[in-house]
């Protein structure tokens, strides 16, 4: 047999790595800034860019899609290369894809800092940007496939497995999720509506998670793992049987991050049931994780390598066991919407990606550049801090987290809310916050000295850009008579994919067809209206400043929700929200009945500094909203984008929607000049003519949130929950 | 055939230490309570943290046992820990049982009554106890084996041959159905990718069955909360829960005391009912009365000058229902009857005290003993007179 050589691409693998490198350190820059703004609001400089609601999609996006991102193609291309005996497919595609994915970053850095988002969480990129992402992806996908059929390797090896159901399944999740209209180049409205967009977006959210963060780097590990510890992988049997236990459980369990909402009953059913089905797959990766460390552990105490993957493990097993616990609904009662969820997925953020991530970097670059790492001890250092880090990030807020949801739910004697205030819950938390963001500052302590310690190596090393490989080429004819069945499969990565696909595809479609298409689901209310186009424009601007990032619009049937917020939320309430604003976290009170609460002046007093009105309020100020001018030249493009949608706006009702909108934004400043302590406000900051401003739009939606069932049909199911 | 009859045996004593549990979850309502609901997670984690262990001791008994009976002894050892563990967790079977029987209300801890409160944490130790006990029973176990190897090594120490035919296998090993590290050529599967071999390791059974336990517990969910409907819809828990809490609140209502209504209160002047009153100013007035009274947004308090009329009723209901076209917000939905009484007992109190930078006068002149002038008490109250604030 004639043995070829070949040489592997090295390039494209280290700029990646950079890349991980350089956005890791931003992301968790940015996440720094956004905990710090926790217990300092004043963090936010008062400035648009660097509030929370606009700071905080930046570091969830900066930490999900650059850092883990990059980190899962360094690692991809390398490995795969590797495991296929062959350099990738094509260079050209490799630096097409790499240079995509930096621009890709970039755009949503400056897009979301400018407040451009479709107000969705962790798909937050407006519509050029989403195809950007899919032609990118499709690129990757060439790439990878093309290396995949060149190989000279007869079988696919199972960290193939995990690419190439990653590969698939993003591409599905993405592309449905960002189904959109677009108003113009920087605006769209989600395809969906209130619970359909719900259930579509968390279905995505969650297989981000899972299929974003999870399952490419179990292929990682798959490599890696036996690799630094020189050790066989513990079990071919339980590879097989947790990768496809585990894409096709994963897929269903999306509506978990929906319980005690709005989604149909049964929806939520099934996500509780796969979510704990999901333990043992989960399980199944950890396992053959450590158990290929038998008879390696002593190697474990020497190789800062081997303790980040070991720790890495052991996050993935926590928080996969965690998640189910929490898909419980009796747990997630308590633990939704508080700080507990953010813990919980910074021990899969921090603990996971970040710590796999850290060992494959201090792996690669040191085999790259052909020397030994600069510094064990340094990289030993690291690993504490950032063990530490972990620790310290994640007890606070799982303690800040169960103790805000028990004074949520505290009742007196008498029947009141113990703690009507709903800001006497958020002070009681702040010295969480705080130590919250001192484990954080020291896991990114210990990430600098992750960058000192490469530099280092770097230097002292000498690139080897192509890697010189030999390997047979791959027979066509070959019997493969007595195999075992997966086997077969393993040699077939076509089949694979197709395969992969239908099994990822069937959780999604039992979950999502009946919810769009069964009317009963989501009972119409006729009460429900569409929103004015002040309203609607008011309501661009609070996706805009996500404020979703902060407050929920979800108001669950429980009784000390009801006491605190109002009648619980309908499904049908939310038919004309493109897209849903239920938001998933509650650091201020929910908003969902917010309408009519409280008097236009005292919104109108209270974004300008929330402090003024509540002492110890931690809510960012928004200076801007007062100052900036309400763009309504969007107004008919956004009237008749819902139009498409479906929104029953008359015909012709786009021509006339800004004399309806003036109109609403003169009666409101009318109203607001009445009170003194405004028009003192007014005068001192120069305003004179509020109608114009954005603030005026934005008081007008939220004065509107959950109105529209407040009168009648409230006070009846009010009635009948009383006896 | 053994190994399964085992695993089913395991799997038994498994459901049946959470049926009850289960079951104390349909039934029991006090499951909603956050602290009862924490204790019964712990309980039901330790008692699988139990069943686990008991699972592991009873094989390492299990190799200790083979050994003896190689040795021509009696297993008494193995029979007195299987019986132990076998009572302990039917014990924590029938504690579970117990904990479920709500005990009479008596005083609360944590929204739970202490008996259940009590028993709860009884269940607990009785639980830690018997880990710990388990702990040891293992150690002890492994420390026999550890010493007939060491004396066995040490008997044959004069001998050429080694036994090494068999390595030892631990409870770990046997618990993941390990191999030895030895054995592996033999499972090696021959594959190599990049240098990376793949062993044919035998599932660890206990993934195993849990992975089944799930796939059972995902079936019999599904049908009690979609088929039979057995488990409550959120509406309905909703329900559940507003219920309770209006029978909850009549009883409390029965103690006349809480009946308080602006036509029925009487001014306080006990020393510690005034204090109350004073906190509950702290927390919600002083934004726009001032910290001592004196008035900000809100009129002065420490005058002799009342807006709304200065009888102790009068200010209850000013408290109670608020004028809300002149920024007085209602507070009846914040505070209790009793809470109201005391604020506004304690406003009184404050009368004559002259802070500094008090606001002018508004209102009229009050002067205790006299006919109120203007201030209507009856109109809107009367309705709602009869009907105690929630």
Redesign the interface.
Same mark, same amino acid.
């Given at each position: 047999m004639q043995v070829e050589k070949f040489y592997y691409d090295n390039k494209i693998v280290r700029a990646f790595a950079y890349a991980t490198v350089l956005w890791g350190i931003v992301g968790m820059l940015a996440g720094l800034w956004v905990a710090i703004q926790f217990y300092a609001p004043a963090a936010s400089l008062n400035y648009a860019g660097t509030t929370f609601g606009r700071l905080r999609p930046i570091h969830t996006n900066a930490v999900i899609f650059a850092f883990v991102g990059n980190c899962m193609f360094t690692g991809i291309y390398y490995?795969l290369q590797?495991?296929c005996?062959a350099r990738m497919f094509s260079d050209l595609l490799s630096k097409i894809h790499f240079w995509g994915w930096q621009s890709i970053i970039v755009l949503a850095a400056l897009t979301l800092f400018f407040g451009m988002t479709t107000g969705k969480e962790y798909a937050e990129l407006e519509w050029p940007i989403d195809i950007l992402i899919t032609v990118i992806w499709v690129v990757f996908g060439i790439n990878m496939f093309g290396t995949i059929i060149k190989r000279r390797?007869s079988?696919i090896?199972v960290a193939i497995w995990f690419y190439i159901a990653t590969w698939i399944t993003v591409a599905m999740l993405h592309i449905v999720n960002s189904i959109e209209i677009p108003v113009n180049l920087f605006k769209s409205y989600s395809w969906y509506a209130g619970v359909q967009d719900a259930l579509v977006q968390w279905w995505y959210g969650h297989n981000a998670v899972a299929f974003f963060l999870t399952t490419p780097i179990l292929g990682l590990m798959y490599?890696f793992l036996?690799?630094a510890a020189n050790r066989?992988?513990?079990?071919?049997?339980?590879?097989i049987?947790h990768f496809w236990?585990l894409i096709f459980l994963y897929i269903w369990a999306g509506p978990h991050h929906l319980l005690?909402t709005a989604l149909p009953?049964?929806a939520?059913?099934?996500g509780?049931?796969?979510s704990?089905?999901l333990?043992?797959?989960s399980?199944?990766g950890m396992?053959n994780g450590l +158990?290929t460390l038998? *008879?390696a552990w002593d190697k474990v105490r020497e190789e800062p390598v081997l303790k980040f993957f070991v720790v890495a493990i052991t996050c993935y097993g926590m928080s996969t066991f965690e998640g189910p616990m929490l898909s419980l609904k009796?747990?997630n009662a308590?633990a939704h919407f508080t700080d507990w969820i953010i813990g919980h997925v910074h021990i899969g953020g921090l603990g996971w990606n970040g710590f796999m991530a850290f060992g494959m970097l201090y792996y690669l670059i040191p085999k790259m550049f052909n020397t030994p790492l600069y510094s064990k001890k340094l990289a030993t250092n690291h690993f504490w801090l950032g063990t530490i880090g972990i620790v310290l990030y994640a007890i606070p807020l799982y303690w800040a987290g169960f103790t805000q949801?028990?004074m949520w739910?505290? +009742?007196?004697?008498? *029947?009141?809310?113990q703690y009507?205030n709903f800001l006497e819950t958020v002070t009681q938390i702040i010295p969480m916050y705080i130590t919250r963001s001192i484990g954080g500052t020291l896991y990114l302590i210990g990430a600098f000295f992750m960058v000192y310690n490469l530099y280092k190596t770097v230097k002292q090393g000498s690139f080897i850009a192509d890697e010189a490989a030999e390997a047979a080429p791959l027979e066509k004819a070959h019997s493969h008579a007595k195999e075992y069945w997966h086997r077969v499969i393993e040699r077939k990565p076509m089949q694979m994919l197709v395969i992969s696909l239908i099994v990822v595809a069937i959780g999604g479609l039992i979950e999502l067809i009946p919810t769009f298409l069964v009317k009963s689901n989501i009972p119409t209310i006729a009460s429900v209206k569409p929103y004015t186009p002040l309203e609607l424009q008011g309501r661009d601007i609070y996706i805009r400043e996500g404020c979703y990032t902060c407050h929920s619009q979800m108001i669950?049937?429980?009784?000390d929700e009801?006491?605190r917020y109002g009648e619980?939320s309908k499904a049908g309430e939310f038919v004309y929200d493109h897209p849903f604003q239920w938001g998933s976290k509650r650091t201020g009170p929910d908003l969902a009945r917010e309408g009519g609460k409280n008097p236009d002046s005292w919104h109108f007093m209270h974004m300008f500094d929330p402090r003024q009105v509540s002492?110890k309020s931690i809510m960012p100020r928004y200076p801007w909203l007062y100052q900036n001018d309400l763009d309504i030249s969007t107004t008919p493009g956004k009237i008749r984008a819902m139009q498409t949608l479906g929104v029953p706006y008359e015909k012709g009702y786009d021509q006339i929607a800004n004399t309806a909108l003036e109109t609403q934004a003169k009666e409101i400043s009318f109203g607001l000049k009445t009170d003194s302590k405004v028009k003192q406000l007014m005068t001192v900051e120069g305003i004179s003519n509020p109608e114009k401003k954005e603030i005026v739009a934005l008081i007008a939606y939220l004065q509107r949130i959950g109105k529209d069932i407040k009168g009648g049909q409230k006070s009846k199911t009010a009635q009948a929950?009383?006896? | 055939m053994k190994k399964i009859s085992r695993a089913i045996v395991f799997i038994v004593i498994l459901f049946g230490s959470s049926i009850p549990a289960m079951a104390q979850g349909a039934k029991e309502s006090s499951l909603n309570n956050p602290l009862a609901l924490t204790l019964v997670v712990i309980i039901a984690a330790l008692a699988l943290i139990i069943a686990m262990l008991a699972y592991v001791v009873y094989g390492a008994a299990e190799i200790e046992l083979k050994k003896h009976q190689q040795q021509k002894t009696e297993g008494k050892l193995t029979g007195t820990v299987l019986t132990i563990v076998a009572l302990f967790i039917s014990a924590i079977a029938n504690a579970q049982d117990a904990a479920a029987t709500p005990a009479p209300a008596s005083s609360n801890i944590g929204g739970l009554s202490s008996s259940t409160f009590y028993i709860l944490l009884a269940v607990l130790l009785v639980e830690v106890a018997a880990i710990f006990f388990l702990l040891f029973q293992l150690r002890f176990l492994l420390g026999l084996q550890k010493r007939k190897v060491e004396e066995s090594l040490v008997g044959e120490a004069g001998a050429v041959e080694y036994k090494a035919a068999k390595p030892e296998l631990n409870w770990w090993d046997k618990f993941n159905k390990f191999r030895p590290v030895e054995q592996e050529v033999d499972i090696d599967l021959g594959h190599n990718y990049d240098g990376i071999r793949e062993l044919d390791n035998r599932l660890p059974p206990w993934w195993l069955y849990g992975f089944y336990i799930t796939i059972i517990f995902g079936v019999v969910y599904l049908y009690r909360s979609q088929v039979s409907h057995a488990a409550p819809s959120p509406a309905e828990e909703y329900q559940a829960a507003v219920v309770k809490a209006n029978a909850q609140l009549e009883e409390h209502l029965k103690d006349q005391k809480n009946k308080v209504d602006e036509n029925t209160v009487v001014l306080l002047t006990d020393k510690s009912e005034i204090e109350k009153g004073k906190a509950i100013f702290a927390a919600n007035c002083v934004a726009c009365h001032g910290k001592l009274g004196e008035g900000i947004v809100g009129p002065n308090l420490t005058d002799d000058y009342w807006i709304h009329g200065g009888k102790i009723n009068d200010l209850f209901k000013t408290i109670k229902y608020g004028y809300p076209e002149k920024s007085m917000q209602s507070w009846k939905e914040q505070l209790t009857p009793v809470q109201i009484a005391e604020v506004a007992s304690f406003i009184k109190s404050l009368k004559g005290t002259n802070p500094p930078g008090a606001k002018e006068k508004q209102g009229e002149l009050f002067v205790e003993g006299a006919t109120t002038p203007a201030s209507d008490s009856t109109g809107a109250v009367k309705a709602d007179s009869t009907k105690p604030a929630k």
């Open positions: 490995s590797r495991l005996k390797e079988h090896y490599y036996p690799k066989p992988v513990y079990s071919y049997r339980l590879s049987i236990a005690y009953d049964w939520q059913s099934l509780v049931v796969f704990v089905m333990i043992a797959p399980w199944g396992l +158990f038998r *008879g009796n747990v308590i949801s028990l739910k505290q +009742f007196t004697e008498d *029947g009141t809310l009507p669950r049937p429980f009784r009801v006491a619980y002492d929950s009383l006896k | -």
